[in-house]
């Protein structure tokens, strides 16, 4: 009989890539993997409940619940302590004073038992079935050590219905999962869709405490280091709750601040376990050369919008030469140059300028397109 040549190891780590069309083997009957959900929780007792029951709906799973409020000013404490009551599943851990949402993880994590490892901020959701479909991939590509899937986003006081339709299963080696970040610049994981195996999860250390606001970022590409990893393609692995209190929408994440932090997740990456990876420094620099591109691009994207005057042009472009020493051999450079021999009140009315900008929606709407679909941008 001829090897199935998507679940056989050897042709798959030749081939860089698997891709496993459903109908997907299913979780074996009486395997119960034990699976702990970490919710840091700051402020957010409102939104507890949902997203404590959205993880005890799950099935064929065990289950255990570890909330850690990081002295909250609201009645999440309270509320967290009569949850915790109400189900032995569910432990609470009280943080004495506020350290921050990178602490409070680490100390869940450090009280975690399970076999597998989520992150869950209070105010998001688990999609029905989302750990046995992760849970599935794992059991069936055991060096995989990393799970995520599509994030539906919503703004609603309910969560809409989730798409629980699987159309396969994808799976890289960690390399070269890497590999693309590096050559894409971007983080493609929101994460609560992800689920990462415990014991990975400790050989690479928890959440980097140097980070503002990107240390999710850094933890994947550290974890693809020392592992392989796989997405559940199709369904809706999490939900994530878009709105004005939350931690993406307040923490002043502006487009080049955004940037500053990429370029410090790579260069994290790379003086820690990302300098064992073959081609490190390669790799390091197409990072690098990414967001320098990003930045440039930004720069000049202000002169066809007519908001050259405004921009910090000068913040962008000195990113780009922090970030690549050679930017001003980037095409990102010289059409940027383009824009400001013509000037900034010029520029938006010169025809193929105003094209650029067509070109660059439709390039960002593919990218997004791409993403929903594969999970790489």
Not at 16 to 36: F, I, N
Request: aromatic share 10%; hydrophobic share 40%.
């Amino acid at each position: 009989m001829e090897k199935n040549k998507t679940t056989d190891l050897s042709y798959w780590r030749l081939n860089k890539k698997a891709s496993l069309s459903a109908p997907v083997p299913m979780l074996p009957p009486g395997d119960k993997a034990s699976v702990s959900v970490i919710i840091p929780c700051y402020n957010y007792g409102h939104f507890l409940q949902q997203c404590v029951n959205s993880v005890l709906a799950q099935k064929n799973v065990q289950v255990e619940i570890i909330i850690v409020d990081d002295k909250s000013t609201d009645d999440s404490a309270q509320v967290a302590e009569q949850l915790a009551i109400q189900d032995r599943r569910i432990t609470l851990i009280l943080h004495p004073k506020n350290a921050g949402h990178v602490v409070t993880f680490n100390t869940g994590l450090a009280a975690a038992t399970g076999e597998f490892i989520v992150r869950l901020d209070a105010d998001d959701l688990l999609t029905p079935g989302s750990l046995e479909r992760a849970v599935a991939l794992f059991r069936h590509f055991p060096t995989v050590g990393l799970v995520y899937g599509h994030p539906r986003h919503f703004t609603t006081p309910e969560p809409p219905v989730a798409n629980e339709t699987v159309r396969g299963w994808s799976v890289w080696s960690g390399v070269d999962w890497v590999t693309e970040r590096c050559r894409a610049g971007v983080n493609v994981i929101t994460t609560p869709e992800a689920v990462v195996r415990s014991d990975v999860f400790r050989s690479v250390g928890g959440l980097d405490t140097r980070l503002k606001f990107a240390q999710d970022m850094e933890m994947w590409l550290r974890t693809a280091t020392c592992s392989d990893v796989g997405r559940v393609d199709g369904p809706d692995q999490a939900f994530h709750r878009d709105h004005a209190a939350s931690m993406s929408a307040t923490s002043g994440s502006g487009r080049l601040l955004d940037l500053k932090e990429r370029l410090n997740v790579f260069d994290i990456l790379f003086s820690g376990l990302g300098s064992q990876l073959p081609n490190a420094v390669e790799l390091h620099n197409e990072a690098r050369r990414a967001l320098a591109s990003e930045a440039l691009v930004s720069a000049y994207a202000a002169y066809d919008r007519g908001r050259a005057p405004s921009a910090d042009i000068n913040e962008f472009i000195q990113f780009a030469i922090e970030s690549l020493a050679e930017a001003h051999t980037l095409p990102q450079w010289r059409a940027l140059r383009r824009r400001q021999f013509v000037g900034p009140h010029l520029a938006p009315y010169v025809p193929p300028f105003t094209a650029s900008v067509l070109w660059r929606r439709y390039n960002a709407w593919k990218s997004y397109r791409k993403w929903e679909r594969t999970g790489l941008w």
